[in-house]
């Protein structure tokens, strides 16, 4: 259907206002109770939808074992990374342990995890490419294993400011982090 039942309630009640007949002698309590109602069950029916979804998904994966695919790190945890794929709709996990070997830290602030002795970076919106691990069915899970990052983690982008001539390349420009000097902290 195209609206909702909650809808069409209101609109027939406003319809008959309109058309100045008599309206329903159910209650605003009765119909408040019928508005959550439905509405828990179309959420409901949402998390079904997006369930059946992602396990279809874990099916075909589970035939794409070992094949490498492009994913976009949506969410950064101090254990590892979660990606979407590009081509694919799917989340998949890669822990730390897959990443270059490295101890990493994970920063909150910047949504990161950065290596201590060799410096690779993976943050929110990196594209890095990865190996389909582990498909889990029952535990609902897609494991991935690094292969290769396609970010560079030593650039951000600074918008300009009135201060910054512009570069006439567009809205951003590419900065080189360097470290800071003690004299230039003054």
Do not use: W
Not at 111 to 118: C, T
Not at 137 to 164: C, M, W
Not at 177 to 182: A, D, M, Q, Y
């Amino acid at each position: 259907p195209i609206r909702r039942y909650p809808d069409l309630t209101v609109h027939r009640l406003v319809q008959n206002l309109l058309d100045r007949k008599k309206t329903p002698d159910e209650s605003y309590a009765v119909l408040l109770r019928l508005g959550f109602h439905c509405s828990d069950q179309e959420r409901n029916a949402a998390q079904a939808e997006r369930e059946l979804i992602q396990l279809k998904l874990l099916h075909f994966m589970k035939k794409q074992v070992g094949q490498t695919m492009r994913v976009i790190v949506s969410r950064v945890f101090i254990d590892g990374i979660f990606a979407r794929g590009i081509e694919l709709p799917i989340d998949g996990y890669l822990p730390v342990t897959s990443l270059p070997s490295d101890k990493y830290r994970f920063e909150r602030r910047g949504q990161m995890l950065v290596g201590y002795k060799e410096g690779n970076q993976y943050r929110l919106g990196d594209e890095l490419s990865v190996k389909v691990a582990k498909v889990d069915l029952r535990e609902r899970q897609l494991i991935f294993d690094f292969v290769k990052s396609h970010s560079s983690g030593n650039e951000f982008y600074v918008a300009p400011t009135k201060k910054l001539k512009s570069s006439g390349r567009g809205d951003a420009r590419k900065v080189k982090k360097t470290p800071k000097s003690k004299k230039s902290r003054r």
